[in-house]
């Protein structure tokens, strides 16, 4: 990505988190981030996939005033981080990876203490009504370490949302839960962007942000590898690749088919030929004639499309 | 400045201490009251009386300030080093609150408990000794004053400590055996000359004789370096807090 490039920025959008050519390196000499820059969309899900130490919550720990970055500026909202902190961490919300709660403390006074530290007077009545989006209101007297996992997690979604933040930062929010709670907690972040909040979540489960997300950023290393729409990525990093069963084994391709960088199964019983689908001239009609004009039997044609996993895979790859 | 969120801060350190109300304020009074019963009435009958003070009486404010100093540092420490420990430090750090905020929420939490404990325990010390305090303003102002400079300190270790052995290892080799060699029990006078030449680096011998001399006044030194004493503690530790919010020292990296 190139360094002087604003991701994310297009015409007729809106900006809510501008990031300009932020950079981090912790005293221990590790550099999290390297001038990484990035626009996010008023009212979007965007997830952030990357590997373990990617850099991606270091860089959302720098939006919230949790870490200084060492260069760069953030605005959220058109307000500087650090000159105008109150506002802008006023307009966001933070659930963290980890459960990180009081064992004995009850959930209505853990969203209590969030709200005030947040500057907001009091609201029990907008605090049911969020303990009850998240099912948790007939648990609002139990003390915080009689909940189960799922419960703890969206104890902090809700303190997170207690002061009715703008701007909400997902870190690894299914991280470690089952399956039908991604499903709950995926629903719940969908509701959440319907409400008008513009979510952020990072992720290293691709099906996540494939799932719920209208773009995806790829970090790697502490750099912006990629960030487009989901479908856009799909369009443009997607490869199709057209698997060709033969009703008898070879032990070779032929030489006429040797133009066509055709992959042979080690059992002489596949051709796999990749294209890309939005290419007009990508010669599948040329290519089944050959394979025929060889004198080759087909059995079976079928194609298969790339997944995100495998287009985040080789990104991640190529930078390695 | 963000009032409502120091009055969160504040309200949340204050019920924490009265759900565990017998350790936050029982604890203190029960241990200090066994002093009165050692002290005061086992060994206090056999000694004369100091400086014109019944024994029983004059170790009232050397008392006080013993569990108001280990208090006010226990409170504080433990109310930044818990979220600290726990990881919730996150919400206080991505809040929208200076740490000046910070600070006034949980000191004055911390404070407050101790000046309570203080107060709690010269009500226990009544049913054990005669008291009179000839010039309570003062007292109050040594009170106030000592509550808020030893939760500053408290504030500190709190923020230093990264294990529950730092939290602790200050409170107990340092300022207890201060407060015990600061003229707790006995006047400074008492002392060979040489000891009280040694005890005077002390800076808790300063206090005691500031606040003893508000109930007595009688006093190990005068009342205007006692004071300036505890201005000049509290402005260290002010000084201290200062560098460390500036820094992010162990707070933000």
């Not at chain 1, 932020?22 to 009212?43: F, N």
């Not at chain 1, 294209?275 to 044609?301: F, M, Q, R, T, W």
């Not at chain 2, 109050?140 to 000592?146: A, D, M, V």
């Not at chain 2, 004789?209 to 370096?225: H, I, P, Q, T």
Request: glycine share 8%; charged share 15%; proline share 3%.
């Amino acid at each position: 990505m190139g360094k002087s490039a604003r991701p994310g920025n297009s015409l007729g959008v809106q900006t809510i988190i501008s990031i300009s050519n932020v950079s981090k390196t912790y005293a221990s000499g590790h550099q999290a981030l390297k001038d990484l820059s990035l626009d996010i969309r008023r009212g979007e899900i965007l997830a952030l996939l990357g590997p373990n130490g990617a850099g991606k919550t270091t860089l959302i720990s720098i939006i919230c005033g949790i870490v200084n970055a060492t260069t760069g500026t953030v605005t959220v909202d058109g307000h500087d981080i650090v000159a105008d902190f109150r506002t802008t961490r006023s307009m966001i919300g933070l659930v963290p990876q980890e459960l990180t709660l009081g064992a004995f403390e009850k959930v209505i006074n853990t969203l209590r203490f969030s709200r005030g530290l947040f500057g907001k007077k009091q609201d029990d009545v907008y605090l049911e009504q969020l303990l009850k989006n998240l099912s948790l209101w007939d648990k609002r007297n139990n003390p915080i370490m009689s909940l189960s996992g799922g419960m703890k997690r969206r104890v902090l979604i809700g303190k997170a949302l207690a002061h009715e933040p703008t701007v909400l930062f997902l870190d690894e929010p299914t991280a470690g839960v089952d399956v039908e709670l991604r499903k709950d907690m995926w629903a719940l972040i969908r509701r959440l962007r319907e409400s008008g909040v513009t979510i952020i979540l990072t992720t290293h489960y691709i099906e996540e942000a494939e799932g719920i997300a209208d773009r995806v950023g790829v970090i790697n290393r502490g750099e912006l590898l990629l960030l487009d729409a989901k479908h856009s990525i799909m369009h443009t990093l997607g490869k199709k690749q057209l698997h060709i069963e033969l009703e008898q084994a070879i032990a070779s391709l032929p030489s006429t088919l040797s133009d066509w960088g055709l992959e042979l199964s080690s059992d002489g019983s596949q051709l796999t030929f990749t294209y890309d689908p939005h290419n007009a001239g990508s010669g599948i009609a040329g290519l089944l004639e050959a394979v025929s004009d060889a004198g080759l039997v087909l059995k079976d044609v079928n194609t298969s499309q790339s997944t995100l996993e495998e287009i985040f895979v080789n990104l991640v790859k190529e930078t390695l | 400045m963000n009032i409502h969120a120091i009055k969160t801060i504040y309200k949340y350190e204050m019920l924490r201490a009265w759900e565990t109300l017998l350790q936050s304020f029982a604890s203190p009074v029960i241990t200090t009251s066994l002093y009165f019963v050692v002290f005061g009435s086992a060994i206090g009958t056999r000694i004369q009386q100091i400086e014109g003070v019944p024994y029983g009486s004059f170790i009232v404010p050397g008392l006080i300030m013993l569990a108001l100093l280990t208090q006010s540092t226990a409170n504080a420490s433990f109310g930044i080093f818990l979220p600290k420990f726990t990881g919730a430090i996150y919400e206080i750090m991505s809040a929208p609150i200076s740490f000046i905020e910070i600070l006034i929420g949980y000191v004055g939490a911390a404070a407050t408990k101790s000046f309570i404990i203080g107060l709690i325990i010269l009500l226990t010390a009544g049913f054990f000794v005669p008291l009179k305090i000839a010039h309570p303003f003062w007292m109050l102002g040594f009170l106030i004053l000592t509550c808020i400079t030893f939760s500053l300190l408290g504030f500190i270790i709190g923020l230093w400590a990264n294990n529950f052995e730092k939290l602790q290892l200050i409170p107990l080799l340092i300022i207890t055996p201060l407060v015990f060699l600061g003229g707790s029990f006995y006047s400074v006078d008492m002392l060979p000359p040489a000891w009280q030449t040694i005890t005077l680096f002390n800076p808790v011998v300063y206090l005691i004789s500031g606040f003893r001399w508000s109930f007595f006044e009688v006093a190990d030194v005068s009342v205007g370096l006692s004071l300036s004493m505890i201005v000049l503690f509290m402005l260290t530790c002010l000084a201290i807090v200062w560098w460390m919010f500036k820094t992010g020292y162990r707070l933000r990296q």
